[in-house]
């Protein structure tokens, strides 16, 4: 398995910009998760998902951020619009059903910088 | 309150022993306690999982006393590519919230 997908690598854009990023999960794996990584806040939980159905958004920063998961081979994270304190690493995981949330897979993370 | 709690940084050398400890409240009996490694410009990777007394793989152990409100990785004979971050991680089933604690920086010297 190539493992956890993400893209684009890298991200650079402007204030007020829509941005969206995108995560293949493993195939297989029925859960699915968005964090963000900052210096400043460390690694943190944004949402996650158990077979496309979202379980807990509580760490998402506030309206401008969505996610979604049309089905179960892939995700999407959306800011709109896009601020400079949103400017970090996201990260999205998986893991295998039975297994609950935490033997998590990362891919390699989004790099966010927004101007 | 759940909250999942670790040193920021650590000091060793080569060749040591090296002992993590996480502290994590509210903690249920089911809910697992999972630690992750982080090396620069790539995401966190599972190091070792569980929920009760010891555990032990092929790089590390985990330790967690009969109230499990703390954890212990272990990483035995340290080596330099053992410095990176390290993360713990309790995911609370009654509340199902996932937890993050913020890492321990741990370096390691010749």
């Known amino acids: 398995d190539a493992g956890v997908i993400q893209s684009p690598r890298h991200e650079v854009t402007e204030m007020g910009q829509e941005v969206t990023l995108r995560c293949k999960p493993i195939?297989?794996?029925?859960?699915l998760f968005w964090y963000r990584q900052t210096m400043m806040r460390g690694l943190e939980l944004l949402i996650y998902?158990?077979?496309?159905?979202?379980?807990?958004d509580s760490g998402m920063p506030e309206d401008r951020f969505s996610a979604k998961m049309p089905n179960a081979s892939f995700s999407t994270l959306k800011i709109q619009p896009s601020e400079p304190r949103d400017s970090a690493v996201y990260f999205c995981?998986?893991?295998?059903?039975?297994?609950?949330?935490?033997?998590?897979?990362f891919g390699p993370g989004t790099r966010l910088t927004v101007l | 309150l759940a909250k999942t709690t670790q040193p920021i940084s650590m000091d060793s050398y080569e060749g040591q022993e090296v002992n993590i400890t996480c502290s994590h409240n509210?903690?249920?009996?089911?809910?697992?306690i999972t630690w992750y490694q982080q090396f620069p410009s790539q995401g966190p990777r599972f190091i070792i999982q569980?929920?009760?007394t010891k555990v032990t793989n092929e790089v590390a152990s985990l330790f967690i006393p009969a109230d499990r409100k703390s954890s212990t990785l272990s990483l035995p004979r340290v080596s330099l590519s053992d410095t990176a971050v390290y993360y713990c991680?309790?995911?609370?089933?009654?509340?199902?919230?996932?937890?993050f604690g913020s890492g321990t920086r741990l370096s390691i010297r010749p």
């Open positions: 995981a998986s893991s295998l059903r039975g297994q609950g949330y935490n033997e998590q897979f």
């Open positions: 991680l309790v995911g609370y089933s009654s509340a199902s919230k996932i937890i």
């Open positions: 509210n903690i249920a009996t089911n809910d697992y």
């Open positions: 195939s297989g794996h029925d859960y």
């Open positions: 569980g929920y009760k």
């Open positions: 998902f158990n077979n496309n159905v979202p379980i807990d």
